[in-house]
């Protein structure tokens, strides 16, 4: 069965400090893996998108990793601002003519002044 | 330019009516997608749209929803003889698309979603 785990759920931090997100995957065969931020009340924003062969992104001051051997993909927030308050969501989508991407909980990040 | 937009932006129902929630993609995208967000959960894919096409419908959750895309822009998502487990946040996105948008990259552009409460 296709899974995407995120952790932590809920992170705390303070303006400023850096932060690395976490998203574990079992989808198979892999296609790409995203990274969105959703901010309450809005709709998801992309980040990055990351194939099989991309091991890095960068997107400002979010820069995305992959490790397609095992797995696992984190993000990581650099210098953080209060906007960044946010959730943030690990999305996979499988390859061999499969529709559905697979989602992530989320992990819900506070930045505190 | 204008984004994506959804109407209504919330919806409240009676239990066992029929609702139709409406998505307006960005101009030009071909492909559109349908996703639903439950109080706590995280998004659950229903039907994404290839130009009018619907290739895999496998992700709507009962032959109670139906969506469909005319003139390879606008959609509706219907909803029929609600329950109170359809209360969620409805989100539609689109992209510029491709064959297979699945292993495209296209980036997707979200709408503000439709908050729909059934009672």
């Known amino acids: 069965k296709n899974q995407v785990e995120q952790s932590p759920q809920s992170l705390i931090i303070l303006e400023g400090k850096n932060c690395t997100l976490q998203c574990n995957y079992t989808v198979s065969p892999f296609s790409n893996l995203r990274w969105y931020k959703q901010d309450t009340g809005r709709g998801p924003v992309s980040l990055t998108i990351?194939?099989?062969?991309?091991n890095t992104k960068s997107n400002g001051r979010y820069t995305a990793t992959l490790d397609a051997d095992t797995k696992q993909s984190s993000l990581h927030i650099t210098a953080s601002q209060l906007s960044d308050s946010a959730s943030y969501i690990c999305v996979v989508s499988a390859g061999g003519g499969s529709y559905i991407p697979t989602f992530g909980r989320g992990t819900s990040l506070i930045v505190h002044p | 330019g204008a984004g994506v937009s959804q109407s209504p932006s919330n919806k409240v129902t009676e239990k066992g009516k029929d609702v139709e929630l409406r998505c307006d993609p960005i101009s030009g995208h071909t492909a559109l997608y349908w996703y639903r967000q439950s109080l706590g959960q995280g998004l659950e894919f229903l039907i994404y749209?290839?130009?009018?096409?619907?290739?895999?419908k496998s992700g709507l959750p009962s032959d109670r929803f139906s969506a469909e895309r005319t003139g390879g822009s606008v959609s509706t998502l219907t909803i029929q003889r609600t329950q109170q487990e359809d209360s969620a946040v409805y989100l539609c996105?689109?992209?510029?698309?491709?064959?297979?948008?699945?292993?495209?990259?296209?980036?997707?552009?979200f709408g503000p979603g439709t908050r729909l409460t059934v009672l």
């Open positions: 749209f290839q130009g009018n096409s619907a290739p895999d």
């Open positions: 990351m194939t099989f062969s991309e």
């Open positions: 996105a689109s992209s510029y698309g491709s064959r297979q948008a699945t292993t495209s990259t296209d980036t997707q552009y």
